[in-house]
């Protein structure tokens, strides 16, 4: 069982950066796929940006493409999301997860979840 913990979220203004990381509590981290989603209220909970084991292989929601950017270190056990140029229209809880497969879209893909961290982005 992998137990997820994001931190470093909070509020920011319209065009300002955040760095989310979200920390793991086993070295088998390594081996897992990591993603993000996002849920902002009254909507679903929606995929963001994932990334394979190796750290090689990404893949981003067209609404973050060019402003996010997920990584790892698989020696921290830790991955984070830098986040730049930050729109009100990203405030939501943002939540890490992790799974066995590609670094794909669907939250079925991924069996570990965090508790998810508030970002609100003020205009």
């Known amino acids: 069982q992998v137990q997820l913990v994001e931190s470093g979220g909070g509020l920011v203004q319209a065009g300002g950066s955040l760095r989310l990381s979200c920390a793991a509590s086993e070295r088998t981290f390594s081996i897992y796929t990591m993603g993000w989603f996002r849920q902002a209220p009254g909507k679903e909970r929606e995929f963001v940006a994932a990334?394979?084991?190796?750290?090689?292989?990404?893949n981003y929601a067209d609404s973050v493409k060019g402003r996010f950017t997920i990584s790892r270190d698989n020696g921290k056990i830790v991955a984070y999301l830098q986040m730049n140029s930050l729109k009100p229209e990203d405030t939501a809880v943002y939540y890490c997860a992790a799974g066995r497969g590609d670094p794909g879209p669907y939250s079925r893909e991924y069996a570990y979840w965090g508790q998810g961290i508030q970002v609100t982005v003020s205009s």
């Open positions: 990334l394979d084991w190796s750290g090689v292989n990404t």
